[in-house]
């Protein structure tokens, strides 16, 4: 649905966007993060043919944006960062004009307006000036201004950025519901928000596609080895050699003892599922097993070995992985 | 087309949603108000001289003593208020990002430019409509001829064109609406002034200043001539100036 091949966009010296390529299925909710400056506002800028790329394409729906603007425009939607709201305007009259300007037929332009209001719950705002909206109503009026005519493609800029918690949510929500129905790539900086939206994440950074994956594969992907989190009530024992014996585990971290609870975070062999071992090990020597869960490594610090690191290495024909279906691919991370 | 007036139209609800549409059209009626009520005074006073003169009674005729330089002080009224009906055209687009609105629908830019000039035009229309009321109060109680007052707003409405295209080329230029606004208004006394060096300068000199005069076409609109020289003058002086700005908000893409 959506297919950018080499983009490439420079400022004068800087360049914003280098060699940028990736797809995006029908149907498929992307998440494009990076990064303050990294690039992805502009990568955003140039698939809704807002400026023209300096080198390579993009593609909406099968049309180039540079060649077929209008085409490719009619059949995507697009929320700036700041909702472009005229602030002088009721939010009705703003959503038929932008019904209008977007080429929803003049009869079905009222009941878009309708539809689209309903959806974001913004009806009760109907009459109210843009710039009498609070910062969430403001956000969801943006959002219905997108969707107005009912585009194939939805290009969401930081779309819970300045929201509260709730709203946030439900912004997610709503997102989540356009998806199968629209092709969405939407942006952030919020790793979670992107992690609970997305099925699939494109990491950008300085300009460059750093890793593309699902956030599950990114997750374990980046982990060499599985790690548990387990606490026990010893009762004064040393747990520490009994786990040890174990096979399967690699090493032991140092415990945190508070009274007779101790709590180890153990990493074991990747693939290897020792849980159950553990449980009965446990069990068996007659302690209390008080918590064990996977630790995994959150986006947060995915993001932040990926983007820090200078030179990660790209798959080699520079075109970013696909998503792939289990964890057989090789890491993205070398 | 549907796509101009959709623009136009947001363009003129825009202006009267906000105090600008009042401001201008209520200082234009004050001061068009003004000039008349002056040149009336003037006009009566010349018609009772005319009339008691000892050569019997003077022709006087209200066409070209009142109604023709009427218009021509009209200009004087555009040059301070449209200034401020196309300040904020395309500079408040862009500060308020609505720009990435117009500028990602599948509309072209020179719809875009049209629908905003078109809009800037209803406007203006709207204050010249103020001012048929006085001079209906001299068709009710005189008889002037209504072929020069139609040429006259026919000029009136060119050259308020001009300046509106003008204006919103300037407006393309910037984010800053004071900037745009104070820009426009250099220009605009600059087009009005230019041939006050004329009378100094060779004879090509003086013909291309005078030619380069806005109000200076005005002359024969306002005394009831449609001159073809006139009207190529303005059509092309507005379709350059939104060409320029179709250029302008282009080239603003590719800096980005």
Known sequence: MIEVQHLTKRYGPTTAVDDISFRVEPGEILGFLGPNGAGKTTTMRVITGYMPPTEGTALVAGYDVATHPIEAKRRTGYLPETPPLYPDMTVGDYLAFVAAIKGVPRRERKSRVQEVMKRTAVADMSNRHCSKLSKGYKQRVGLAQAIIHNPDVLILDEPTSGLDVKQRSETRQLIKDLGGDHTVILSSHILSEVSQTCQRVVIINRGRVVAVDTPDNLTSRLRGEETLFLQVDTRGADARPVLEAITGVRHISPSDVKGDLVSYEIGSDPGRDIRRELASTVVNHGWGLLEMRPLRMSLEQIFLELTEKEGVPETPDGEPQSAGTGGEEETVHG | ?256
């Open chain 2, 1 to 256: 087309m549907g796509n101009i007036l959709a623009i136009a139209n947001k363009e003129i609800k825009g202006y009267f949603a906000s105090p600008v549409a009042y401001i201008v059209i209520g200082f234009a009626a004050i001061l068009f108000g003004w000039f008349f009520v002056n040149l009336l005074y003037y006009f009566e006073q010349a018609s009772m001289q005319a009339g008691s003169g000892f050569q019997g009674p003077q022709a006087v005729n209200v066409n070209e003593m009142l109604i023709s330089p009427l218009f021509l002080n009209v200009a004087v009224i555009l040059l301070f208020t449209l200034p401020l009906v196309t300040m904020r055209t395309y500079s408040e687009e862009k500060r308020s990002g609505t720009i990435e609105l117009l500028l990602t629908s599948p509309l072209t830019d020179v719809q875009i430019v049209i629908g905003k000039f078109l809009g800037g035009l209803v406007l203006y229309a709207a204050m010249l409509s103020v001012t048929v009321v006085h001079l209906a109060f001299l068709f009710i109680f005189g008889n002037p001829e209504w072929r020069p007052v139609l040429t006259g707003y026919l000029g009136l409405l060119l050259m308020g064109g001009c300046f509106l295209s003008l204006g919103l080329f300037v407006s393309s230029l910037t984010k800053n609406q004071i900037v745009a606004g104070m820009v426009t208004f250099a220009v605009f006394l600059l087009f009005w002034v230019i041939n006050w060096f004329a009378s100094f300068a060779g004879p090509t000199t003086q013909a291309v200043l005078n030619y380069l005069s806005i109000t200076e076409h005005l002359n024969d609109f306002a005394r009831g001539v449609i001159d073809t020289k006139h009207l190529v003058y303005y059509v092309s002086f507005i379709g350059f100036s939104l060409f320029l700005t179709v250029r302008a908000v282009d080239s603003e893409r590719w800096r980005g």
